[in-house]
């Protein structure tokens, strides 16, 4: 109780101090009385890597570092003694300090877990004067405490970067960049890797790189915000894909471009890409066919086998619809078979069948707006001559 209230005091006093000192880079003076709590605890803030404590320990100091790693921190017994070899401690002091404070900023027992695991040697980081700066400036960006404890138990070697060397100065050269911290939040919970790397070695010329292309910023953005995996990957690769998406016929100044790029990002998606061309290829689509539907719609080639399958099956198959005229409207293949395609679908074929609708009617004009407007279009418009149609497109009937 007494260690939680001392958080407590710890927090609030950390609160009334202003986020621009964050910002600024300057060191941040906390008021608090934890540090006669407890001696001074191993420092890692200027540490750009994690390095396991290599002193020799006895066999009593192991056996207490794997109890307290089982009972305190819930790891099984296989990862506590994998554990045990990347830090030692013989009292719980000091790692209890470190849980209060990650239970204090709302992580579960899992998340905990989680975190020990892969980071151990973090329980014998200083709380004070290491943890808690990096988790307020996190806060104070925006990022809310159970994005925090979802992103970090994720990858806590966040934890272990400098807050003045590489924390900040990456976090100013993103708002440079998406000048909102709504878009740097939304970026870090895709990916950390955005705030690990050396934002010199590949971030920084990539969108530079794609600025002198006249790539407009609103592009860039949507890139960096969306897609931060695509812009961190090794420079060379990078410009190897943009000029694989130029080749390809896409413009620089539209929004495909970058979707683009992102669709041949990485050896998942490229492999995703090439799955999703054979699949297309058993439709009868030719390669023409393929890359004029992937210049409309960057991910269609993201798609899986099976959503492509059973959607094609349904247009093709149950709708009788050429094959390759999809190739001309992708867009369709994203929308869900259950909750879109099949009850619109229905209430098309119920009107057509009654010849209320022509048949040349495509099927982009029943599935591409939005609800109320197929519904007063295709719903309303008929209900009296045709009562069932609301039962049917809501899939009583």
């Known amino acids: 109780m007494a260690l939680n209230q001392n958080f407590q005091t710890l927090r609030l006093d950390y609160l009334s101090i202003s986020s ?19 001696p001074k605890l191993v420092s890692l803030q200027n540490e750009t890597s994690v390095k396991p404590i290599t002193w020799k320990t006895t066999a009593k100091q192991h056996t207490f570092t794997v109890t307290y790693l089982i009972n305190s921190c819930g790891l099984s017994s296989e990862s506590a003694i994998s ?46 004067n290491i943890l808690l700066p990096k988790l307020e400036f996190f806060l104070s960006m925006g990022l809310s405490r ?20 590489q924390i900040v100065p990456t ?19 895709r990916t950390t890797w955005i705030f690990l790397e050396d934002r010199s070695k590949n971030l920084m010329p990539n969108i530079a790189f794609l600025r002198k292309l006249g790539v407009p910023q609103k592009f860039v953005s949507l890139l960096l915000t969306h897609f931060p995996e695509a812009v961190t990957q090794k420079h060379e690769d990078f410009c190897r894909i943009v000029g694989e998406v130029k080749e390809m016929g896409f413009e620089p100044r539209k929004c495909t471009f970058v979707l683009a790029v992102h669709a041949l990002s990485g050896k998942g998606n490229k492999s995703l890409w090439e799955k999703c061309f054979e699949v297309y290829k058993r439709w009868g689509w030719s390669k023409d066919d393929i890359l004029t539907a ?32 999809i190739a001309q409207f992708p867009v369709i293949l994203f929308f869900s078979l259950e909750k ?58």
């Open 20 to 38: 621009v000192q964050f910002l600024s880079g300057k060191p941040v003076q906390l008021k608090s009385n934890l540090a006669d709590l407890k």
């Open 83 to 128: 554990a045990s070899e990347k830090v030692h401690f013989q009292s719980p002091e000091k790692p209890d300090l470190v849980l209060a404070l990650l239970r204090n900023y709302g992580f579960s027992r899992t998340q905990i877990s989680n975190l020990i695991r892969k980071r151990p040697v973090l329980l014998v980081a200083n709380p004070e």
């Open 146 to 165: 159970s994005d925090l404890a979802r992103t970090l138990s994720s990858d806590p070697t966040l934890l272990t970067r400098s807050l003045e060397n």
């Open 171 to 189: 976090y100013k050269y993103l708002k440079s960049v998406l000048l909102s911290n709504e878009k740097i939040v939304s970026a870090l919970k």
């Open 294 to 325: 992937f210049r409309k719609h960057p991910h269609s080639m993201m798609l899986s086998e099976k959503k492509i399958m059973m959607t094609m099956d349904y247009f093709v198959n149950k709708m009788g619809c050429p094959s390759r005229a």
């Open 340 to 397: 879109r395609i099949i009850p619109r679908c229905s209430v098309f074929q119920i009107l057509l069948s009654k010849g209320l609708i022509k048949e040349d009617l495509s099927l982009t004009t029943v599935l591409l707006p939005v609800e109320k407007r197929f519904l007063e279009r295709f719903v309303i418009k008929y209900q009296e001559k045709v009562p069932e149609l609301l039962s049917v497109y809501q899939g009583e009937i």
